[in-house]
């Protein structure tokens, strides 16, 4: 059955509106859950902290060298995979400290081996965390010192139990205290997964296509309508001439 003029437009009406809506909805999400987890607003074009050297005012010469912990903890980096002195350390006690100011960030009790060349930790210390999104790294959440607010490192959410999380921090921003003792902190802000972060890109991708499918269908229109009306007046020229 050949569809009517009025029932195309009709048709065509809806799926704009659907691929409008669905966008604006994606959009939605992604600020709703961008926002209620850990970090907040914070991660627009964020990769990592930038600090001043003066606000270190508890560091210390750090066996990796103080040109690595500037360029990893004073402006963001990441020290090169299983090239720190934390990598396969192995304490059962002690508390792992900011590097820059000295809070103490990590017990010891909590590191384990994730594999993947850097210190690996289920659990900060109580208030040691500050987050921020790195949309750069493909959602990962940033994590930095909250009282210095030196760059520490990410966490994922492929960590193990109790807390599913693994804080993956570079050795240059930590130094040991075997001496103190301190409380882990288990009852952590929910951060966003990366693979949701995936998820909600590409619905937003899907709606922006969707959008652009229909402005490209438009341009096809508009331009059969032109040539149709331009052979046309052809049709027409040809028709006047004489013979
Ligand atoms: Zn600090």
Redesign the pocket.
Known sequence: MEETPLGKTSWERWKRFAATLGSLLAVLLFVAITSASAGGWDYLGSKGSSVAEES?T?SRVHRDGAERFQQVCLHGGTEPARSGIYDHSSNNSGVY???????P?FTAGDKFDSGTGWPSFKAPVAQAMGYRKDLLALGSTEV???????HLGHVFEDGPSPTGLRYCINSVCLWLDADSVNASDYNIPWVANSYLMLALLISSSLGCCLLSKRAGEQVLSWRNRSRVEARGVEVEVFATMPP
Do not use: I, N
């Open positions: 270190c508890g400290r900011c590097a820059c100011c000295g809070t960030l930095h010192c909250s009282t210095c607010g030196a």
